[in-house]
């Protein structure tokens, strides 16, 4: 990539982001009551960037609305479609979210199946990633060797410096994208800048726990009390899932009549009892215990197995969003010490 | 395949009841659908939703495909509910089949339970088509009481076939019945298999398929030669969706029938 490093005052954000949506379908962090999550950029519209930590929803809802239509019926005439508008971009993509996406893709759109609806949506998009000055006390993503300034994944990647942002093209496309601005070069100044909030955002991390050894020790726990105790305060309340920017569970339902109707597809979660209660009556997975056992083991063993990576972000989403407070943080930790007695 | 969440429509030519809980429907699709033995479906009830089925029909019938269905649930209500002459939805077919070219000069043998002989059909079919290919095809097969097996019209039939040694057990003894009455896994104290060059092929529900198992190991077989169709909610068929999922296998994907040899280490496998 180039070594070319842009500087975009902030004066001048609006023009640019006027430039992005003639291009592209273009979404931002908005705030809508007291909800913050990215939405499209309506004429004249701003981002919502001021006291901007981090989305409360993840951004894969751009990618994969919560509630889609996959096919229409009305006597005997079937339609369904695809997303054909312009390109998507997203603009003030935190790192982990980015590699949210980044793993989704290779969850829609990589094997021996490709989601459709999903590639649709991704094709062509442009993701402008902002790296972050001030990570939250929730904040983990270093355990998974990711970082505050983490530039996988991303097309465009942006510093804020005080009263400009640094832009650095990550990819062919964010090349493209910026060889249409006329933005001007950063000195050598503004890099140092840069610089500085980088090794001080990484320093303000807390501890990072290592994690590579998880897997083994979460096959060998399978059985123990420690899942009992974990999910004694679990409500199944599945905000963990939708919170998350790589949960990607979903259901197909039917909704209408023989003659007229529509199929969806909804989100879905394995927190719920639902989700695999079988209709001759059993249940593999019939109490929290089981239900949490599996939502961590997908994400820190079967993901590893099946794509070679974790499943978390570490973004912190569902520890801020837990009802009960239950921590993934602390899950990880119990894992790692349980001493498992002899029998 | 294009878009695998969109289904082709096709026609329910006739309803035959095989059970008082079980029917089989025979449906002409829009076009024809290739599949291999074990490999399934999604057939859509307009309105209702969708359910996961094997079909029963032979591989080799392009026109026709025929589905067993045991009545359970909501989408199996409806469809018990249905007359010929109806549109459905069929989407498929997903799913990796029966490993049948390994099976190729050995012995077959085939253990059933209730409607789980349903799916297995495909496979007899396919394997009577080809029996100069395997040295023996053996089927047992149970079911709680005498009205509850399935396509009893066809035994005779079966029984006649060279290479071929069909027995049927029932659980509990019931008037009139002269056969054998025991569990399925009864049928497999007096098996006459050459252990080393044979398949097994299972498919029935999770209790009985833990137990066959764990009776075959006991045998001699070595998990390598055992198949398990395993069953769970599914729901894309692709393996996103995320509900089938059994350790790292996605059974919509990577099954639904699974070697024992792959999925004997994973905790709680039968449930």
Request: charged residues 25%.
């Amino acid at each position: 990539m180039s070594e070319e490093i842009f500087k975009l005052e902030k004066d001048n954000l609006e023009g640019f982001l006027l430039y992005l949506s003639q291009k592209y379908n273009l979404f931002l962090p908005r705030r809508v009551d007291d909800q913050l999550s990215f939405g499209q950029m309506k004429p004249g519209g701003k981002p919502s960037l001021d006291h901007y930590f981090n989305t409360d929803l993840p951004p894969k809802e751009v990618f994969f609305p919560q509630r889609e239509t996959l096919l229409s019926y009305e006597g005997g005439e079937v339609k369904h479609s695809t997303y054909k508008a312009k390109p998507i971009a997203l603009f003030g993509v935190r790192p982990c979210d980015t590699k949210g996406i980044i793993l989704l893709d290779r969850v829609f759109a990589e094997g021996e199946y490709e989601d459709p609806y999903w590639k649709a949506r991704r094709t062509n998009s442009l993701l402008l990633t902002l790296g972050c000055n001030a990570p939250l006390s929730t904040c983990f993503c270093h355990w998974f060797n990711l970082g505050p300034f983490n530039k996988e994944g991303t097309d465009i990647f942006l510093t804020d410096i005080g009263d400009a942002y640094l832009v650095e093209p990550c990819s062919k496309k964010g090349e493209e994208c910026l060889r249409g601005t006329s933005l001007l070069g950063a000195t050598g100044d503004d890099r140092k800048v840069a610089e500085e909030i980088r090794r001080k955002a990484e320093s303000s991390l807390s501890e990072r726990v290592e994690i590579s050894s998880l897997k083994g020790r979460l096959l060998a726990l399978w059985e123990e009390d420690l899942w009992e105790d974990i999910s004694q305060k679990c409500l199944s309340c599945a905000a963990c899932s939708y919170l998350c920017p790589t949960c990607h569970c979903f259901d197909i339902q039917e909704e209408g009549s023989q003659e007229k109707g529509e199929r969806i597809r909804i989100w879905d979660s394995c927190m719920f009892k639902l989700f695999t209660q079988e209709a001759a009556g059993t249940n593999p997975r019939p109490t929290p215990k089981e239900r949490l056992r599996q939502r961590i083991m997908h994400k820190f063993s079967y993901f590893l197995d099946n794509l070679g990576e974790f499943g978390c972000v570490g973004c912190g989403r569902c520890i801020r969003g837990c009802p009960v407070n239950l921590d993934i943080r602390e899950v990880i930790k119990a894992v790692k010490s349980f001493i498992v007695e002899s029998r | 395949m294009e878009n695998p969440y969109l289904p082709v429509e096709a026609e329910l030519l006739e309803v035959v009841e095989e059970t008082p809980t079980i029917k089989t429907f025979v449906l002409k699709p829009a076009q024809p659908i290739p599949f291999r033995a074990g490999q399934f479906m999604q057939l859509t009830v307009p309105g209702v939703g969708e359910a996961p089925f094997t079909p029963s029909s032979s591989p080799y019938e392009e026109e026709r495909m025929e589905i067993t269905i045991l009545k359970t649930g909501r989408v199996t209500e409806a469809l018990h509910n249905l007359q010929p002459g109806v549109s459905l939805g069929l989407r498929g077919p997903f799913g990796k089949g029966y490993p049948v070219e390994k099976f190729v000069g050995k012995e077959v043998l085939i253990v059933g339970g209730g409607v789980g002989l349903a799916p297995l059909r495909s496979l007899l079919y396919y394997l009577f088509a080809n029996l100069d290919k395997f040295k023996k095809v053996s089927i047992k097969y149970g079911a709680r009481m005498p009205e509850e097996l399935c396509f009893q019209k066809l035994y005779p039939q079966w029984e006649k076939l060279e290479k071929v040694d069909f027995t049927v057990t029932i659980d509990v003894p019931a008037p009139g019945w002269k056969g054998r009455v025991g569990l399925v896994t009864t049928l497999l104290d007096d098996l006459d298999i050459d252990l080393k060059n044979s398949y097994v092929v299972s498919c029935g529900p999770e209790v009985m398929l833990k137990f066959v198992t764990y009776k075959l190991i006991d045998i001699g077989f070595a998990p390598e030669q055992i198949y398990l169709s395993m069953n769970r909610n599914m729901s894309c068929g692709i393996g996103k969706c995320g509900r089938c999922i059994i350790g790292k296998y996605f059974l919509c994907k990577d099954g639904p029938d699974m070697c024992y040899a792959d999925i004997k280490d994973i905790p709680g496998v039968f449930g």
